[in-house]
């Protein structure tokens, strides 16, 4: 069964400084993998996707993901936080029925 | 921006009414998802539709809970008779099929007392 994992509940980081988000994942065949964050009352807004083609992926407000076959992992990466950035993170992969599968979620707190 | 639109935001109920959730998925999306939040088992995958067609519902307690679209522009999900585990917020998401990413609704905030 496909299954992500992301290993930190919490995440702390000074304003301007590089963050990283972990996560793993588990699947059979190819991963088609994702990103979303969470802000308070809110729903889930999609940040980026790795489908296929470049391991480093681009996406929403400055997010990159690095793909890393060998490791499992997709992890979210920032190079400059913001005091904006706080939110819940959450991991996805969708399986072979387009169901996402997601993570517990990582919050994010970036301090000024 | 084309949103998926819940409806109600916020539902306050007492132990054993009905409750029904209501979401319009984006036009053009054939594909429906609800989730369940809550703090002790994050996102729980409820129901699943392609097409207005139940795909997957293994998710979702059957004694009690049903969901349905009557058609393409409305997907139900109701709860009956409601229980205070039942409190959650719960998430309805539309996309097209094999065409990621899902699209998130703001969610209905249920609390059952």
């Known amino acids: 069964a496909q299954s992500v994992a992301q290993p930190e509940d919490q995440v702390n980081v000074a304003e301007g400084n590089p963050l990283t988000v972990k996560c793993t994942y588990s699947v059979s065949g190819n991963p088609y993998l994702f990103w979303y964050v969470q802000y308070p009352n809110r729903g889930l807004q999609f940040l980026l996707k790795?489908?296929?083609?470049?391991?480093l992926v681009k996406g929403s407000y400055g997010f990159e993901a690095e793909f890393n076959k060998s490791q499992t992992s997709f992890h979210l990466k920032k190079p400059s936080a913001l005091v904006s950035d706080s939110a819940l993170y959450f991991c996805?992969?969708?399986?072979?029925?387009?169901?996402?599968?997601f993570g517990t979620g990582t919050r994010l707190q970036v301090f000024p | 921006d084309a949103r998926v639109t819940q409806t109600p935001r916020h539902k306050v109920t007492e132990m054993g009414q009905e409750v029904t959730m209501r979401c319009q998925p984006i036009l053009g999306h054939n594909t429906v998802f609800w989730y369940r939040q809550t703090m002790m088992q994050g996102l729980e995958l409820l129901a699943y539709f392609r097409n207005r067609a139940p795909l997957d519902d293994s998710g979702m307690p059957k004694d009690r809970f049903s969901a349905e679209m009557p058609d393409a522009t409305l997907a139900t999900l109701k709860i009956q008779p409601s229980e205070p585990r039942d409190s959650a917020v719960y998430f309805c998401?539309?996309?097209?099929?094999?065409?990621?990413?899902?699209?998130f609704g703001n969610g209905t905030r249920l609390t059952v007392t």
């Open positions: 996805a992969v969708r399986d072979n029925t387009d169901k996402l599968i």
């Open positions: 998401a539309s996309g097209r099929d094999r065409a990621p990413p899902l699209h």
């Open positions: 790795y489908i296929t083609g470049d391991n």
